[in-house]
């Protein structure tokens, strides 16, 4: 009888004491933000499927830096994931460039299918070879402007103005079409930089500008709709290579069920956010000319096509 206790005791303290990983993950925005709820679904999913061998420390609201920065730091090793928009991406991962493209999805259905599809998952391949790993793509949003001089209908009125933009190279020439003085700088200095009139103005998706409280620093929104902004759960080889494939499984039906989760929080957001930033001050440009926005891309869209293929544009935009 007292050897079967004693290794029951044993047994109960090993698996008790089994080892656990902390795995930390960082995001431009705050906890309740879309990129939040899409890591808070991730991490709540990889410890239940994991059993708690697997839990994850977050680093909201930029805490580790700029998106940059902290896709930099998964590839170094000092964190272990990133929930981060395309912007900065295109500097690691070439091929990604090509999502950037201003007006180039219809709508959030036309996004998601071309993403969860062939051309996306297969843009999910590159990233192995450069040090990382991406998960499944999340979701930022359709961007918008905002500034402090003037309401926004058509390109003109964008002429002059000085934008903050993401470091991202494709978003600057399309910018720059619309007369714009494209000023890339990392997230975490915007909200300083409007408050000080160092730059007019920024362009971010709804949840964005709503989680950052850009209305405390910018009087007019338009929804130019310009751009669609990807989002990525980005880990590393070094963090996959330690799971076991059953682990693995968990890991990516996780990184499926947060970008579910963050689509539906930047929908959610969509519908109730202009309401609240109008409430908040912001006067809200709901129709903007959009054809005079398209129109003035014809330039940019040729060096695209030269930049990324005619053929492959045109496959995303075929997309049904
Ligand atoms: O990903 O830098 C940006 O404007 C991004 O949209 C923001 O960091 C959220």
């Given at each position: 009888?007292?050897?079967?206790?004693?290794?029951?005791?044993?047994?109960?303290?090993?698996?008790?004491?089994?080892?656990?990983?902390?795995?930390?993950?960082?995001?431009?925005?705050?906890?309740?933000?879309?990129?939040?709820?899409?890591?808070t679904t991730?991490?709540?999913?990889?410890?239940?499927?994991?059993?708690?061998?697997?839990?994850?420390?977050?680093?909201?609201?930029?805490?580790?830096?700029?998106?940059?920065?902290?896709?930099?730091?998964?590839?170094?090793?000092?964190?272990?994931?990133?929930?981060?928009?395309?912007?900065?991406?295109?500097?690691?991962?070439?091929?990604?460039?090509?999502?950037?493209?201003?007006?180039?999805?219809?709508?959030?259905?036309?996004?998601?299918?071309?993403?969860d599809g062939p051309i996306g998952q297969d843009l999910l391949t590159k990233f192995p070879s450069k040090g990382l790993v991406a998960l499944s793509w999340t979701e930022n949003g359709f961007r918008h402007m905002t500034n402090n001089k003037r309401a926004i209908v058509k390109p003109e009125d964008a002429s002059g103005l000085k934008m903050r933009t993401m470091e991202n190279k494709v978003h600057m020439e399309g910018y720059r079409a619309f007369g714009i003085q494209p000023t890339p700088m990392a997230?975490?200095?915007?909200?300083?930089?409007?408050?000080?009139?160092?730059?007019?103005?920024?362009?971010?998706?709804?949840?964005?500008?709503?989680?950052?409280?850009f209305s405390q620093v910018q009087k007019h929104l338009s929804l130019t709709g310009h751009v669609y902004s990807p989002a990525l759960l980005i880990t590393s080889p070094r963090v996959m290579n330690k799971l076991s494939d059953a682990?693995?499984?968990?890991?990516?039906?996780?990184?499926?069920?947060?970008?579910?989760?963050?689509?539906?929080?930047?929908?959610?957001?969509?519908?109730?956010?202009?309401?609240?930033l109008e409430k908040e001050g912001m006067s809200v440009v709901k129709r903007v000319d959009g054809p005079a926005f398209r129109n003035a891309l014809r330039e940019a869209y040729a060096n695209y096509s030269k930049e990324f293929g005619a053929d492959n544009i045109r496959r995303i935009q075929d997309v049904k």
């Open positions: 009888m007292k050897r079967s206790l004693l290794t029951l005791a044993l047994l109960a303290a090993t698996c008790g004491a089994q080892a656990q990983t902390i795995l930390k993950i960082g995001y431009a925005t705050t906890a309740t933000s879309h990129y939040g709820v899409g890591s991730f991490c709540d999913d990889i410890e239940k499927g994991t059993q708690g061998r697997y839990k994850c420390q977050q680093f909201p609201s930029s805490a580790l830096g700029g998106e940059r920065e902290m896709i930099e730091a998964v590839q170094l090793g000092t964190l272990d994931i990133v929930n981060t928009s395309t912007g900065p991406v295109g500097n690691f991962v070439p091929e990604v460039k090509i999502v950037d493209i201003p007006f180039l999805f219809r709508d959030y259905d036309h996004a998601r299918k071309v993403l997230f975490p200095e915007v909200f300083g930089a409007l408050q000080q009139g160092t730059v007019d103005g920024q362009e971010n998706p709804i949840p964005v500008i709503l989680a950052s409280k682990d693995k499984k968990v890991f990516y039906e996780a990184a499926k069920h947060a970008s579910a989760a963050q689509r539906k929080k930047v929908n959610d957001d969509e519908a109730n956010g202009i309401a609240q």
